[in-house]
Structure formats: structure tokens, C-alpha cells
């Protein structure tokens, strides 16, 4: 197994920052993801179709800190595993901005469905907020989150987020169309 930075150990789940090597885990959490959760992240088919097409390439550099497709910035991905086994994930990115105060993005948070109820989920966002609070200049954490997520709007209500707006019909899932709030979280 590539070896990964354990920053929380809870009997026998932790939280890792995974090596640049373990492109496959990530991608197949995120298939994982979008199979058992469309409504909280993407159309199952094209996403699907897009994570599969990624070269290994595209995927070392996200773990490696870099964001998808070249863009500027910088990308943070944590796992979530119980025993050897890989049970969850959270990504942010952090767009090059201009100004002394950056916004950081979670982007993907999630935890098997097996898996659900033993605070992983918890786990991941708080340590990805502790590592976003670790770079001086990361003043907010944002997110958007489907309004149908109740767990999930729960969760990142307990940790401090606050909605700041929403929006209507804009997560499309097939020839569904959901609302989605969106949140904020201060760091600074």
C-alpha cells in the first residue's frame, strides 16, 4: 500500500492524506460516489464517463496539490479508511485569487453508504478545515449542498457553516432539476 499521512486515527478508522500514487482510489471513490449518491453530486452516466477518461496523469497531479485540468490553484483530497480499506473522501480546491484572503471550495464530500453514522463524514470536514486553517490566507470555506441533503446540510450546520443564499433549479440530475444552497463557513 503507497504510503499516505494519517492526521486523525480513531480505533480503527483514520483520516489520510493520500499519496500522489493512489490516483485509482480516488478516482473509483468518486465513481463510487456519484453511483450511490447522483442527487448529491452529478448525472451518474457522463460523470462517470469524465473520471474514466482522466488520464492517471490528471489524477497524480490532484493529489499532488494541483488542480484538475491545469487550472491555477491548488487542490487538497483527504480519504477516510476503516482498517485497509478505503471508505470515504472530501476534495477542496483553492482557485488562484486575486486579493490577501482566498476562499477555499469543498467540492466533494463522501463516506460509504456502509459506512454511514460512525462520524467519518464529520471527521473529513473538520480535518480539511484544520488543514485550511493551517494556510494563512484562506479566510472562508464554501460549499453548495442540494437541498434534499438533510444529513448533509446537518452536518455542515453542526461544524459552523451558514447558508448565505440559494439557488433554484440549478443541480441538474438527469431530467431533474434540484435547488441547492449554498454555504459559507469563516474562518478568519
Known sequence: ??????LVQRNLMSIVRPSSNQW?????LKIRSI???????ADPVP??????????????????????GGRPGESIV?????GNKYVGLITAIIPQQSGDKQVATVQHT?????????????????????????????ASVQLDVVTTQIAAMALYKKLGFQIVGLTKEKAK?????YDRYDMVLNLR
Open 1 to 6: 500500500m503507497p504510503e499516505t499521512e494519517i
Open 24 to 28: 485509482q482510489t480516488l478516482r473509483d
Open 35 to 41: 453511483i450511490q449518491d447522483p442527487i448529491a453530486f
Open 47 to 68: 460523470e462517470r464517463t469524465k473520471y474514466e477518461k482522466r488520464s492517471q496523469d490528471e489524477w497524480m497531479a490532484v493529489l499532488s496539490g494541483k488542480m484538475s
Open 78 to 82: 483527504l480519504f477516510a479508511q476503516d
Open 110 to 138: 463522501f463516506v460509504d453508504k456502509d459506512h454511514r453514522g460512525k462520524g467519518l463524514g464529520e471527521d473529513l470536514l473538520k480535518t480539511l478545515i484544520e488543514q485550511l486553517k493551517l494556510k494563512d490566507n484562506i
Open 173 to 177: 440530475r438527469g431530467d431533474q432539476e
